[in-house]
């Protein structure tokens, strides 16, 4: 970077505007700054181990930075792309044996623990507190106040703040006097916490939030450490600053406190994870220390004054609906005779889905691509996203749903092999074993490449099941074919399959070393090379994987937490069944960028999700506009995670206080949305919500001014 530049850049603007653009302005300056016109290699002056750090918010946009950060480096110098609270738990991984000596445990490298293992454990540890207070059964009910201690923790740690005796009087201020079912169990916060992280230490296991802990509370402020960033980095970027948590302040003070020159870009209309940790007003603190620039320069989006307009409808709608000429006068419209804004109305919801489907079909036959259209909802069920696939696949219109994080156990080939699993350690594990799971399992292993549809059809499948399934609760088992009596029914191909099935698992289960708790980690890697390799549907191999990742990362835990191997291997497998049959553990999308090729379809997601994976496109579909979710922060918003903010004024949460939130959060989203759409916004509105009653949402005066009169 120039010598007469502050070290430091600061890029604040509104969505497509060119702030990533601008950092990778400033590293290429700095780059070009270090490495003159000599070979670097041949230039004494020149480390070539001094590296760039690159920090992404956290939701998946990492891998889109590292694509575009990867050509400009080009290899001249050690890049790491990483997220805020991926790089503490790195930094803590590579630290951990200093951090061990501090904290007087064990230095062996920690094992991660995920969401549903944190939730599984926590669970157990914290009965006997849980039971000692009086919960409302609301809270209570389903692990959610387990769940609402570990998010907590993890608020806490993100926002920098002691986990101590002072969370739980900061918790008590915020919960009114009549919120007793939070007050009571923001009276254990501490207690509770100190109590996990005891445990977590004493065994060598480590969560997010322990991890974020560590590395911001502990960590980050030594001198020692500061001295390795100052030696290991050159330059800093941080994109999209406005959803980091506020612990990140911390470290980008820390790199900014030694030197390291940088750019931090700063979305004014982001904050999309407020509610799930960000804190953008404390990291917005740094723009002081940071030379101000303009972003390089986006597209000037046409929606730009729509969005103003709709911002201060819905900040303060009193004085728009006394106009006489209604919203609807105030909104632009498009050159070329078309509108930019259109409404797209019907009385049923199913009629609007399939009039959706019409107008897009429409959009198509024109000349737009299928890649060029996103349908965006507040909340999306099962129903709307299955109905609304069929429409357009009734119209050969592609569709792809972004970030769907369904139960892992729903995919036909995982259930074949929890079934499995249990059929070969199957004693006591008889009632985890459904029949027509059986028959899945018989359709689904007894497919090839060169018989696809599977030997063993569905309907061959259930007379097997209910004919030769003996469903004992303690020791449930497949029986010889012959056991029908009219076998011959089968086939040949149907007969021959489901025996060697019923051989491989009779010849595992008598194998089987019920010693060895590593034994039903073998079984599931033999299944899958048995019967399931080779693998050609990526998605097929990526669920498999995501399997192969829980069960390593089960079996681990369970030998940190019982080094002499005394825990039965059935025990341990009935656990992690248990845990997949829960849902506990999703199937996490493919980065579709890095491991599918591009496909040419219509994107179909949710507020949070399309705005998270910071995406465009020309034309946008917003589904039922008139829905109270789009003022609903939903599971975007934790409970309490406006009083574990660093930037929290100490206000107690009302309705009040929670009303102006939740618009302050609309007016942003509407100016981002409308930011990420080029050419054409088409409001979706259906007379009777999927409940039957009149939708009577925060935007529904727009759709009523956008009505024709009568």
Known sequence: MPPQMSPAIWVAGPARSGKTQALLDALGDWLAARSPASDPALDPAIDPAIGILALAAPGGSRPALDDRLTPVVAARSPLTCTTPMGWA????????????????????????????????????????????????????????????????????????????????????????????????????????????????????LLTYGLATELYYGHLLPQGFYRDRLRQRFGFFLADDG??????????????????????????????????????????????????????????????????????????????????????????????????????????????????????????????????????????LDHTARHLLSQCLAERHIPLRPLNVQDPLIERPPIRALMTLLALVYAEDLGRLIDPLDVAQLLVTLS????????????????????????????????????????????????????????????????????????????????????????????????????????????????????????????AIAGRFIRLMQRGAITANPLPASRLLPATNAITLATIFQYRISHQAHPLHYWLDISSPLWLQGGSAVLTGADLLLRSWDGTPITAERTDQRDRQRLARLLRDLLARCRDRLTLCHSDLATNGQEPTGPLRPLVESLTPAP
């Open 89 to 204: 738990e790195t930094e803590v991984r590579r630290f951990y044996p200093w951090l061990a000596q501090t904290f007087g445990v064990s230095a062996r490298p920690p094992i991660l623990l995920r969401s549903e293992n944190e939730q599984e454990l926590a669970t157990v540890l914290w009965a006997p507190l849980l039971e000692s207070v009086d919960l409302a059964p609301s809270v209570a009910a389903g692990d959610r106040a387990v769940r609402q201690l570990l998010d907590w923790y993890q608020l806490a740690a993100s926002a920098g703040l002691p986990c101590d005796d002072a969370l739980g009087e900061r918790l008590m201020g915020g919960f009114q006097e009549t919120d007793l079912a939070n007050r009571r169990l923001a009276s254990i916060a501490a207690t509770a916490i100190a109590q996990w992280r005891r445990w977590c230490l004493g065994r060598g």
């Open 242 to 379: 406005d959803d980091y948590p506020g612990a990140a302040v911390e470290l980008l003070g820390a790199l900014l406190d030694c030197g390291i020159p940088g750019a931090i870009a700063f979305g004014t209309d982001g904050a999309v994870r407020l509610g799930l940790g960000a804190d953008p007003e404390t990291l917005g603190t740094l723009a002081d220390r940071c030379t101000a620039i303009a972003p390089a320069g986006g597209p000037q989006s046409w929606s730009r004054p729509l969005a103003e307009r709709l911002a201060d409808f819905v900040l303060d709608p009193g004085p728009w609906l006394d106009l006489e000429e209604g919203l609807g006068a105030l909104l632009p419209q498009a050159a070329s005779g078309r509108d930019r804004l259109t409404l797209l109305s019907h009385p049923s919801r199913l009629q609007l889905l399939e009039g959706i489907a019409d107008q897009i079909a429409l959009d198509l036959s024109t000349g737009h691509a299928a890649a060029d259209i996103a349908i965006i909802a507040p909340g």
């Open 447 to 570: 497919r090839s490449p060169r018989s696809p549809q599977g030997a063993i059809d569905p309907v061959r499948a259930g007379l097997l099941v209910d004919t030769c399934f003996d469903g004992d609760r303690h020791r449930p088992r497949l029986l010889p074919p012959d056991t029908l009596d009219r076998w011959d029914r089968l086939g040949h191909r149907a007969f021959d399959t489901y025996e060697q099935i019923r051989t491989w698992i009779e010849t595992r289960r008598d194998r089987r070393d019920a010693a060895d708790p590593t034994g039903p980690l073998q079984c599931l890697e033999a299944a899958i090379a048995h019967f399931l390799r080779p693998i050609s549907d990526a998605n097929d191999l990526h669920d498999l994987q995501e399997l192969l990742e829980a069960a390593h990362r089960h079996w681990a835990i369970a030998t940190a937490l019982d080094p002499q191997r005394t825990t039965p291997a059935i």
